[in-house]
């Protein structure tokens, strides 16, 4: 799926420690992110929404600042992130300066700890109610698989067999036929049959 992929929701505190005079760090800092994925996961019988947060990434590393500017901060800042991750700078930058400054780092034995999470939810309600329409459209019943010589398949997603689950079965308009929780998933991503790349709807749909 090609649309628009929503902003993230991005947290940000920074705690502060002030060290004891057995801590060999002086006026350093831990910077520590994590990357959740939310998932909204939908019962394609009932229509109900459930939704789950799975962590994705997680990076944790200790640095050192060598003045309170702006500059110097993102600077530190991106040497410590992979370059996808930069644009988080334009948020954290100010709000470590401040808390620096209000805290007397570089002047007390202090450790800052900035603990970022960022929350990705790439799909919309209307975005997942245009998909079940899809997938709906093609649901067929479990014992029209040995019309189609099909009882004996597996869903090319997911690589389980067909009829061993309780999931509601799809056939596309190009014949594959998936499960249909599998086939919502990969629609999120794709908008071509997962077997032969037919395209299964048009992106301005979304």
């Not at 959740?36 to 939908?42: D, M």
């Not at 029209?144 to 596309?172: D, H, Y």
């Not at 919502?184 to 301005?204: A, E, G, I, S």
């Amino acid at each position: 799926m090609n649309g628009p992929i929503p902003e993230p929701v991005v947290d940000i505190q920074v705690q502060v420690r002030r060290l004891s005079p057995s801590e060999e760090y002086t006026n350093s800092g831990r910077f520590i992110i994590n990357t959740i994925n939310k998932e909204i996961r939908v019962n394609l019988t009932t229509g109900h929404e459930t939704q789950t947060l799975e962590p994705y990434s997680y990076h944790s590393t200790n640095f050192s600042l060598p003045s309170f500017s702006h500059y110097d901060i993102q600077s530190s800042l991106q040497n410590l992130l992979h370059s996808e991750d930069h644009w988080l700078c334009d948020r954290l930058v100010p709000k470590i300066s401040t808390t620096a400054i209000n805290s007397g780092f570089g002047d007390n034995d202090i450790e800052l700890t900035v603990l970022v999470t960022v929350t990705y939810q790439r799909e919309s309600v209307q975005s997942l109610n245009v998909l079940m329409r899809i997938v709906l459209q093609g649901r067929i019943e479990a014992d029209e698989l040995k019309s189609l010589n099909m009882e004996t398949e597996s869903c090319s997603i997911c690589l389980k067999s067909l009829v061993s689950s309780s999931e509601i079965l799809t056939r596309m308009g190009c014949s594959h036929v998936f499960h249909g929780y599998c086939l919502l998933k990969w629609l999120k991503r794709k908008n071509t049959c997962p077997l032969c790349r037919t395209v299964l709807y048009d992106d301005q749909l979304l």
